[in-house]
Structures are given as C-alpha cells and as structure tokens.
C-alpha cells in the first residue's frame, strides 16, 4: 500500500530481554547489504544501551528519593523524641545526640554535648565507677538491651535519675563497635514519690500525736483528780496546831511532791490540749516584754538574752499565761543547748502563710499570723531529734534534768490556739523555733489583773458545792468550812437544784464542776440562777471539755478556777468572787 519493498527488524537487548524492536523499511528489494546490516545492529546495540543507562539513573533517583524520604522520617523521631536518644562510642565519647538527650543533662544543643563531653563517665557520673560497672555489665551481657538505673550529673552540676535501655552494636566478628542507647528521666516521678511519702509520714506523724495527746489528756485530767485529794489532805493536815515538827516536815515534802506532780499534769494537759485558758485580745510585744526579766533570770548570766520586738504587731487572742509556758520552756531548752556563753534571740512581727507555704508545710493554714520566735546559737538538733521533739517524753538530756515534756506543752499550746510551730536547726548551727498566732480581728482588750493574796481569805457566807468526785467534793468542803462558810454539798446537779428550792436566799455562791453526768455546770448554773438569779457562780475543772465552749475555752466573763487548786487558791477565789461587782 506504501510501497515498500523490504524490511529489515532490529532487537534492542538489554542483559537478557528484548527491550524493544527497531524496524525500517526500504521502497527496493534487498535494500539491505550485510554491511549496512552489521552497521544497524551496532546502532540498535548502542540505542538499547542508552536506554539502559537513562533507566538506571532514573532508578537510582527514585531510590535515593525513597531512603532520603525514609531517613527523615526517622529523622523526625529521632530529633523530636521525649527520651534522649544517643550513639556513643565503647569508651565514652557522644557521636550523636538528639535534643531530648541535652536537655536532660542540661545543654542549649545536641552539639554542644558532643563538643563538651569529652569522657561520658568523668562528666556525666557523679560517680565515674558506676559507668565502668555499666559498660562491663553490658558487654559481658548475651541478650542486647540492658537496663540501668543511674543518677547523672547535669552541666550546672546538679543531678537528675534516669532509666537508661542500651543496646551494644557489634561488627560481623562480634567485636563491639559502639552503643546506642535511649536515656528517659525520671527525676520528676522520683521527687513526686518522695514527697507523697513525706506527707504520708507527715500525716501517721500527726495521727500518733493526735493519739497521745487523747492518752495523755486523760490520765492527766484522773490524775489530777487525785492530786487534788493529796494536795488539799496535806494541807488540811498542815494547818493541825498540835502535830510534831517532824510530821510537819513530812506532810510538807508530801505537798511539795504533789506540787511537782500538778505541775507534770499541767503540762501533759496543755500538750493534749485540754488546759483551760482565758484567751485575752493581747499586744504579744507587751506580754513579752512583761517577762524578759523573768526569762534572764531563768536562763543566767552566762546566757544573753536579746528582745527584738517587731514594729506594729497585730494583736493576738491567747491567754497571756500560755506565752509564759511557751517562752519559758523555749528558753530553757535554748540554754541547755548552749554549751557555755551564748544568745538567745526572741523576736516578734507579723508574717502571712501563703498557699505556697501552706501547701508545703502540712498543718500550716494560710493567712495572716504574728511570729514569735526564738533563735539560740546552741548546738542545734540532729535529723533522728528533730522527727520526735515534740513528742510527750522525748528527751535527749540526761536523767532528772529533761522530762521532755516542754516542747510537746508548747506544741499543744500553738494547736490549741489554732497556730503553727516550725522548728529550724541543724548540728552546730543553732536552731530557731517560729510560732505562728493567728491574727485577731477587732477590739484590742485589757489584759486582766490576777489578785493573788498570801494570806488565806476567810468568810462567813454559805456556799453550795457541786462536784460528782467525792473525794474532791470532801475536801473542798473540808477547805471551805477552815476558812468559814457554811458549805452545802450535792454530788449531782438535780440535788443541787432540789438545795436552791429549798433554800435558796440562804445561798451567796455556787461552786460546780465543769463536767458531771446529766447536766454540765453551765447548765446547772443557769436553772440555779433561773430560780435566784443573786447567787454568784464559780466553774472549777481539771478541764473544760467541750461542754462551756469547744476547746476547753470558758467565756472571758466566768468565773474559773482549775483543779487541782490550793487551799490558798480556791479561799482567794472564793473571796473574789463573793466581794465582785
Ligand atoms: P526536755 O527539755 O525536757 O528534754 P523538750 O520537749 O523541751 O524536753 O525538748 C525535747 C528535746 O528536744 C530536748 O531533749 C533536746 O534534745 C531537743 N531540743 C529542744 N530545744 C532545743 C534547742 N533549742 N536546741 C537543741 N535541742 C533542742
Ligand atoms: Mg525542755
């Protein structure tokens, strides 16, 4: 049709294959002459060869596109990873470092760990051994990836604990060639760890405390009881005019005994929190500096005592004897803990808890506070002291000179009043105990005037004594009558209220226990003053429970005294009361 004559069909081969066909054609037979023939098969050879090439180079393109496309990927991994990965050699030197891995130890990049750290197990171990032991556990280990748990040092010098996975890259014959590993911190979830075990501890610490302070408040309030029977027969046996002088010295080491005792329950009292106080509205500056003289004298003369008040302190609502307790005992374990010459530092101001604070001190509530604090150079405490200071009977001093009961008072008292005790100290370094009041919003008041009389108060009066312990009951009544009233005694409120009926314009006083069964005595006094609202009322207790107010806090107005009293104590509040307005 388009006349041709001859054809002549060329392979273009590639190894093996036919790639192609080239195919010409002529317009005469025989077109193609041998020699023209060897001629297009060398052309055909040539085009399949080139070919060939250009195939390959395209091949190799797309290759290489795939395993630069592929090593970005992991690329990515790899410089965004959490963990620090690394490439290290056998002996210690980085080859690559990702991003993670210098911020772990606490450089600005990846190079800069390379160029710096020249000997991984000098500049990062705190230790240099424990990398040689890691390395030896490593190669010496069939399996690949081993696991080690260490503590590394950071570029500013601090330390961080990591978990480290490595694994050991080894060349055909086995030798190893280097390691490659991945480091993750864990110096968060560590310190995380240790503060819940903190405050664990924190929290059982304050449980036991909680726990002895309820045994303690209770045997000392019985026992108080008792006390009041020992102290008041004594007295009562004192005053016989016809006993020798050696009973007499006998009875008066009973009191004196008895005496030390009171002042053993007092103190468990104000550590479980059941001393009754009459908190005050005070300026602690004022308070304080009232007993500077008498904290000299405690403390001697080698001891110098220094008075920092603070400008403008808040006032403080605190019954003004507690400071007394707390600055006593303070000062006294102050110069026990100096060896000869020292100071003793009290200072006020006011200060503000803050979240932060409170968040990191358990008990601590945040809010506005006066500090109190008193600061020695002595030879300050040991971790082992410090974790049981406050604990009733924790004593470090010697037989017959700590009772270790000064500190649990203190802390009783600082609770009582709704503060925070922080204690301070260290071996050879002194220590400073900071005790925080809350602030008290409102009317500043007058500190009361206490009338202590010498002589025993005498009267003619009749008085109706209620107590449910007989044994109290007995010699109040006994104590009374020796000073001259007409005593008229019920052991139980309903008595009592059956004698005012009766009598009632014969009565000038009341004199109730705080807690009896059946009705408190804020509740007998008020049917008693319901029925004859002249009769004056006088509250005695060991403590005053939660039956007058919440935590053993009476009214300021009411008249109190606490058991277990003197003869002298209870004729002068007696008289007291009787001669009020
Ligand atoms: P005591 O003084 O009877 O031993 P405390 O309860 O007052 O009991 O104190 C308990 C312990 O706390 C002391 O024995 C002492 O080891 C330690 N301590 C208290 N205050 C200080 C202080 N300022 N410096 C050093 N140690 C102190
Ligand atoms: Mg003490």
Redesign the pocket.
Known sequence: KRGYQSSIALPLKSGGDILACLAIYAGEPDAFAADEVSLLEKLADNLAFGIDVLRMRDERRQAEQALRESEERYRTIFQNSPLGIFRSTVEGRFLEVNPALAKILGYDSPGDVIREIVNIGEQIYPNAESRIRIVAEQLGAAGDIMQHHNRYRRRDGSECIANLYLKTVRDAEGRPVFFEGIIEDITERMQAEDERERLQAQLVQAQKMESIGRLAGGIAHDFNNVLSAVIGYAELALREADISERLYGYLQEIRKAADRSVDLTRQLLAFARKQTVLPKVVDLNETVTGLITLLQRLIGEEVHLTWQPGARVWAVKVDPSQIDQILT??C???R??IENTGTITIQTRNGVLDETYAADHPGAVPGEYVLLS?T?D????VRE?LAH??EPF????EMG??????????YGIVKQNNGYIDID?EPGR??T?SIYLPRHMGEAGQSGVSADEETVAQGDETILLVEDEPVILDIARLVLEKCGYRVLTASRPNEAIRLVKERACEIHLLITDVIMPGMNGRELADAVLGLCPEIRCLFMSGYSGNAIAQHGVLDEDVHFIQKPFSTADLAAKVRQVLDGE
């Open positions: 005992n303070l006294v374990n102050a026990d803990a008193v020695d002595g030879q300050g405490m002291t200071v406050f924790f004593t470090t001093k000179k700590g009772t270790g009961l000064g500190l649990a008072m203190v100290s002194g220590t105990i």
